[in-house]
């Protein structure tokens, strides 16, 4: 279970998370939207630990971990994945030795013998096939000149992968075509089970006909301010956020 | 450093300066190699293709000083790889230098590998001077706490030549570093691109200067140069000067120099990925000398790696290395056996 | 391209047009250089006896000197005792106290020049100094500086009313050892601005000097000195012009800033001297030292620089980022036309913590111009979090000129980011055709890629000095297309 208590958070100076609260129990997948500028994507960078942030008030249970003490390699041993927005590229570097590193890593992390080579690939081919991607992407650099879809992808192919406890997708649906789009969500469904939660991060119901969220929540301000079921995701795409500004002003009021 | 067993195809050994004949292998079918006397003078001629050839500086100390003339000319049309091995364990302050010369015709292209790792007491000094209808391309990689300074003059002389010049420095140690690179474009459509890379450790001192100057008559020239480099050491300290001269109008010239460290960003995404810090530390600085590392890996004649770079590497980075690299070299068996 | 170069050559032989000669009787030193000279200016000015020992100082060290090589630059010889080192207006003989009693013949040229000395003209609020040939002539708006606590005057006069400022300022940013053209500067200034900004102050008003060199056989060796004391702003600018000579002219001015605590300078230049002609022959040789000290915490200096005249320049205003969280900045567009030469840059030297500096320099080469960035940055081992980037570009319009780049970084601290990017272009074919087919006449597009070529500048510019900047280009490049 993962409790994000009173979050707070600042970035340079200033405070972007203003108080965050959000419980999240395995087999879950939330889903949160907001406008641009609300703070979403500072909290999925706060939930993997990225240093430029400063956390100025408020706890983040993580099963039975203080999830804020870890750091980031630590939360990602412990089963956090975080699908990056702006997947970073590693020129030089090949995408399956990255691979490995880092399913090695996370075996290590857990007192298990390194993957042989030969399992390593029977695993990555049949991920690969499960995202769409051509084999020869593992002899590719991480990332370097994929197309957005393509960073996409190999961002779903890691998180298969490395197979988390608790994913975090920082709009990856945004920017990809309609089939990179089915990929994602396939991605994500074919995961689903009750021991797994999922933040989906996204400004687009598209995604959401397929992932079907058990909760939708509206992150505004720095604050959640409003939470509901798959159906208040509809209300947005319908209404977009305007119609929320009331909601928000009495929140700030009381 | 060299496993000689592996060589195959023609060898040149110069031992403390001087051409030995003996531990050389010249029968090679297009190949003429001429020393004089004292074997302090050698030319070496290509009129057909040779795959490789194989050239050891073995600088040890144990004789008197005393500098190379190399000369090496290709006919027209000709190609050829030269694999150049410097090294040495000199245990007193030596001197070596080599003056050396390389005259590439029209449609022949000559490929310099070029691999520097000496021992602190030695001071390496290369003038070279160089005259291009062809194509050059030299790949340096100095590695070593020794003393190495290396001037490079190209000269593009016909149109179309070409020159490219790669060079990754390892600093360790008190080791110090100048690399003057001077490329004359003197006919039209003329290309050089410069990319030099520093990663400086401990009380490292490195210099680097890429000077390109553009005639008038050098229409259409291109000219690249870019020149990164990184301090880990606390003493570090390094110099970049990337210099333009332009006297033609029909240019497209790019230059750029960074100092830096690793970026905070792909740390933070590779650490998100489970590898820890000092792993993702690692992976990146492989990263960052992948660029000037395109020749070398181009070659299918270039010696097994004997992962002396990599040592440097996690010397520079302050890590433990052998711990680092096994796990680290991983990637190359995926790379080479399954792949 | 046949009328291209007719263009070319119209503009080639477009006359300058600040280049009328000023006929006022003048007190001209004769030319020569002794220590006598020295005792001379410094007794004509009436100055207290530190100052003499210090140029005399200056001009023992000046005479072990050479002048400097290094500089990507063919500069005939020099006779430095060919040159009248002090030349002043009659009129100055008991410095005017209102603007009536300046020679009417001055403000006429300063009316030419464009430059409003009545105050009732100078309605964009800026106060002005000028300087013609060796002395200052007229401060405007001192009695509004004054209720602020500004003091803007002539330096000579700074020198009388203010010795202590002097005496504990001067030569702290460009020692009078520091290059062969500061010595030189030290041992015979004439006149400049001083500026001193006091505590908390923001200067209400732009604050401007116009130099002019109008005498023959002179050299102008003007001295500047701006102090800002702790959470003090100013902006400075000063223009240059002189009238067209067939001899060389020495300018050899030196500048120095002092940023305190906070404090902000910002010093902008519209430099157009008379470039001589097409031939070479006359226009001014600019060798000018030109340094800032970010002395205080988190304090800023800032150059912006338009240089388009002068037959030759050599200079490269600096920063030096001692306080912790300073910064400093440089922005220049060099224009070397006609066989101007340029060699200008810039050095930062970081040695405070997270000192951060940008330097943006855009360099035009045209007719036989040659144009050279120099650079450098340097980021000594305790100056943690450094930061620096830097851009430099140069534009080729024309196949006889030359654009030149010698950028040094020296880096000795571990963390210290650094970024330098330049490029080398001509005006692309497909720029212009663009242009061309969207119905703007060939110099128009010209002129328009070159302003936005130096835009990011120009936006440094107070508004007023920009558009005069923007014209000043257009004038110097209308047709020079190659």
């Known amino acids: 279970m993962i409790v994000i208590d009173n979050l707070q958070a600042e970035v340079e100076g200033k405070a972007i998370l203003k108080g965050v609260n959000l419980t999240m129990n395995p087999g879950e997948v939330h889903a949160l939207m907001g406008p641009n500028g609300a703070g979403k994507s500072t909290l999925a960078d706060v939930l993997a630990g990225h240093g430029d942030l400063t956390v100025t008030s408020g706890s983040v249970r993580y099963y039975d971990q203080n999830l804020l003490d870890l750091a980031p390699e630590e939360r990602s041993h412990a089963g956090v994945f975080k699908a990056f927005q702006y997947p970073v590229a590693l020129p030089g570097v090949k995408n399956a030795y990255f691979l490995k590193a880092a399913i090695n890593a996370h075996r290590k992390a857990q007192g298990q013998d390194p993957l042989d080579a030969f399992d390593f690939i029977q695993m990555t081919k049949e991920a690969m096939v499960r995202v769409g991607m051509d084999e020869s992407f593992l002899q590719r650099d991480v990332n370097v000149g994929f197309s957005g879809g393509e960073k996409k992808r190999n961002e779903v192919l890691q998180m298969l992968l490395l197979d988390p406890k608790f994913a975090i997708l920082d709009e990856t649906d945004s920017g990809l075509d309609i089939d990179a789009l089915r990929t994602v969500a396939e991605g994500v469904q074919s995961l689903r089970d009750s021991k797994r939660t999922f933040l989906v991060i996204t400004h687009y119901q598209r995604l959401l006909d397929t992932i079907k969220p058990d909760f939708v929540h509206v992150l505004a301000n720095g604050k959640i301010v409003k939470s509901g079921g798959p159906e208040l995701a509809l209300t947005l795409e319908d209404q977009g956020y305007a119609w929320l500004s009331d909601v928000e002003g009495h929140n700030d009021k009381s | 450093m060299i496993n000689l067993d592996q060589i195959t195809g023609p060898l040149l050994v110069f031992i403390d300066g001087q051409f030995s004949l003996e531990a050389s292998q010249t029968e090679c079918i297009g190949l003429e190699v001429k020393a004089d006397n004292d074997g302090h003078t050698v030319v070496v001629h290509l009129s057909q293709d040779v795959p490789a050839i194989y050239c050891l500086h073995q600088c040890d100390g144990l004789s008197p000083e005393a500098p190379i003339a190399l000369t090496v000319k290709l006919d027209a049309g000709v190609s050829t790889e030269i694999h150049e091995y410097v090294f040495g364990e000199a245990n007193q302050a030596y001197q070596q230098t080599l003056q050396w010369r390389c005259e590439v015709a029209q449609g022949s292209h000559l490929l310099w590998l070029s691999h520097q790792n ?214 190359k068996e995926v790379k080479h056996d399954e792949w | 391209m046949t009328t291209q170069n007719q263009a070319i050559e119209d503009h080639l032989n477009q006359r300058y047009q600040h280049g009328f000669v000023t006929d006022v009787d003048a007190d001209t030193l004769p030319p020569g250089l002794s220590e006598n000279t020295v005792r001379w200016i410094s007794a004509q000015k009436n100055e207290p006896d530190f100052l003499l020992q210090w140029r005399l100082q200056a001009f023992r060290h000046w005479q072990t000197l050479s002048e400097p090589q290094w500089a990507h630059l063919h500069i005939d010889p020099i006779d430095f005792q060919a040159i009248s080192y002090y030349s002043s207006p009659h009129s100055k003989k008991d410095a005017p106290k209102s603007l009536d009693e300046v020679d009417p013949k001055l403000l006429e040229t300063y009316e030419k020049l464009g430059i409003p000395l009545h105050e009732r003209a100078a309605l964009a609020g800026v106060a002005v100094d000028a300087v013609f040939d060796s002395v200052s002539v007229a401060t405007t708006f001192k009695d509004k500086l004054a209720e602020a606590g500004v003091i803007f005057c002539s330096f000579s006069e700074a020198v009388q009313q203010h010795p202590e400022l002097i005496k504990q300022y001067l030569g702290t940013v460009v020692p009078y050892r520091d290059n062969f053209y500061a010595t030189l500067n030290s041992a015979v200034f004439s006149d400049g601005s001083f500026v001193y900004i006091p505590k908390g102050v923001r200067c209400p008003m732009e604050l401007s000097t116009y130099f002019r060199i109008n005498a023959a056989n002179t050299g102008q060796f003007e001295r500047t000195l701006i102090i800002a004391e702790p959470d003090s702003y100013v902006s400075y600018l000063e223009g240059c012009t002189a009238p067209m000579r067939d001899e060389n002219q020495l300018h050899a001015a030196v500048v120095e800033l002092v940023a305190l605590d906070r404090a902000e300078i910002k010093y902008s230049t519209v430099q157009n001297w008379y470039p001589g002609d097409e031939n070479g022959k006359g226009g001014i040789y600019n060798f000018v030292t030109k340094r800032g000290a970010c002395r205080g915490q988190a304090s800023k200096i800032s150059w912006t620089q338009v240089e388009t005249g002068s037959a030759i320049t050599w200079k490269y205003p600096s920063v030096v980022l001692q306080g912790d969280d300073s910064v400093g900045e440089f922005y220049s567009v060099a224009l070397s036309n006609l066989c101007q030469q340029a060699d200008t840059g810039t050095k930062m030297i970081h040695l405070g913590k997270n000192t951060k500096s940008t330097i943006i320099s855009k360099g035009i080469s045209a007719g036989k111009g040659q144009n050279a960035y120099r650079g450098m940055v340097r980021v000594t081992p305790k100056a943690k979090g450094a930061r620096n980037f830097t851009q430099c570009d140069s534009l080729l319009i024309g196949s006889s000129c030359g654009a030149h780049t010698f950028p040094h970084i020296d880096a000795a601290c571990d963390d210290a980011i650094i970024e330098h990017e330049a490029s080398t272009a001509k005006i692309s074919e497909d720029q212009l055709f663009y242009c061309l087919q969207r119905g703007i006449s060939e110099e128009n597009a010209v002129s328009m890629i070159v302003n936005g070529f130096c835009r990011s500048v120009f936006q440094q510019l107070p508004m007023e000095f920009a558009v005069e900047a923007q014209k000043l280009l257009e004038v110097s490049l209308e047709g020079a297309v190659g």
Request: hydrophobic share 40%; charged share 20%.
């Open chain 2, 118 to 331: 000496l021992s602190e007491h030695v001071r390496w000094h290369s003038q070279g001077e160089h005259y291009v209808e062809g194509q050059l391309s030299y790949h340096v990689e100095t590695l070593g706490q020794s003393l190495i300074e290396a001037e490079m003059l190209v000269k593009l002389l016909a149109e179309n030549a070409e020159c490219h010049v790669h060079g990754l420095l390892v600093g360790q140690g008190q080791s110090k570093s100048r690399q003057d690179w001077r490329i004359e474009h003197l006919a039209p459509n003329t290309t050089c691109d410069m990319h030099y890379r520093a990663l400086m450790g401990n009380n490292a001192q490195g210099s680097w200067l890429g000077h390109a100057h553009v005639a008038d008559q050098a229409k259409g020239a291109k000219v690249t140069q870019m020149s990164r480099q990184m301090l880990f050491g606390k003493h570090a300290r390094m110099h970049a000067k990337p210099e333009l001269t332009i006297h033609c109008d029909e240019v497209a010239c790019q230059h750029g120099a960074t100092v830096g460290q690793l970026d905070e960003q792909a740390l933070f995404y590779l650490r998100s990925r489970g590898l820890l810090h000092w792993q993702a530390r690692m992976l990146l600085t492989w990263s960052f000398v992948q660029e000037v590392l395109v020749m070398r890996q181009a070659s299918k004649h270039c010696l097994p790696e004997d992962s002396m770079l990599q040592q440097s590497l996690a010397a520079v980075m302050d890590h433990d290395g052998t711990s680092v690299l096994n796990d680290f070299w991983q990637g």
